[in-house]
């Protein structure tokens, strides 16, 4: 099945700690993008990348970061910079007719 | 500086009854328009879209919105509401060709059996 793959569905950080959420696609699509969703509230743009090995900040990319080495995988790592990662974060891809599409989502609890 | 706004937090309609949730956009240039679902703890699964062209978009699950550029309005509309349709809705635009997206606050519809 095509189709954009995020992991792992939950995750638990303790303070201080870095955590990479998983992002992979094999949709051939070029442009990734990362959100972040918090109860109550639309999504949040953290990074995007429309090519491999370039990158841009979004709206909220303090304390994350990200990189984009291979077409399919776009890793999120969620620092220890970042104060409040509590939140559901989704990857999407987007494809040549300009349609974005979703992942499941990965929740990130910090405990 | 650009902005989706969904006035309404949550919606209640009966099954069976017509349905429209309202979105508002700012945006100086020709907006790119899309509608997503989200059942609890999923991703976002697209309704439909506008680029250009009729004003009026159809999409998935008998799903179909207006696009009003006078009033910077794009409002999703549904003529008979389904049990399965109570999920949350949102509204976004999508900037420049990067095509960010900027998100509503999303509306939470409930459907009463």
């Known amino acids: 099945d095509g189709g954009i793959t995020q992991s792992p569905k939950y995750l638990f950080r303790k303070e201080g700690q870095n955590v990479t959420l998983s992002c992979e696609q094999n949709?051939?699509?070029?442009?990734m993008y990362w959100y972040r969703q918090d109860p109550g509230q639309g999504l949040r743009l953290i990074y995007y990348s429309q090519i491999v090995n370039d990158f841009q900040k979004g709206d909220i990319a303090e304390g994350y970061s990200v990189s984009r080495e291979k077409k399919e995988s776009f890793p999120l790592t969620v620092t220890s910079a970042q104060k409040n990662p509590t939140a559901f974060y989704l990857c999407?891809?987007?494809?040549?007719?300009?349609?974005?599409?979703f992942g499941e989502g990965s929740w990130l609890t910090v405990v | 500086a650009q902005s989706v706004t969904q006035p309404d937090i949550h919606i209640t309609v009966s099954e069976g009854a017509s349905l429209e949730l309202r979105c508002n956009y700012s945006?100086?240039?020709?907006?790119?328009l899309f509608w997503y679902v989200q059942s609890p703890g999923q991703g976002l699964q697209l309704l439909l879209k506008?680029?250009?062209?009729?004003?009026l978009v159809q999409g998935i699950k008998g799903f179909e919105a207006e696009f009003k550029r006078s009033q910077s309005s794009f409002n999703l509309r549904k003529p008979s509401v389904h049990w399965s349709d109570a999920a949350e809705y949102f509204c976004a635009v999508g900037v420049d060709s990067s095509y960010k997206l900027i998100f509503g606050s999303g509306t939470r519809l409930l459907v009463r059996p």
């Open positions: 506008y680029f250009s062209g009729d004003t």
């Open positions: 949709l051939n699509h070029d442009a």
């Open positions: 999407a891809s987007k494809n040549t007719g300009n349609t974005i599409y």
């Open positions: 945006y100086g240039a020709t907006p790119y």
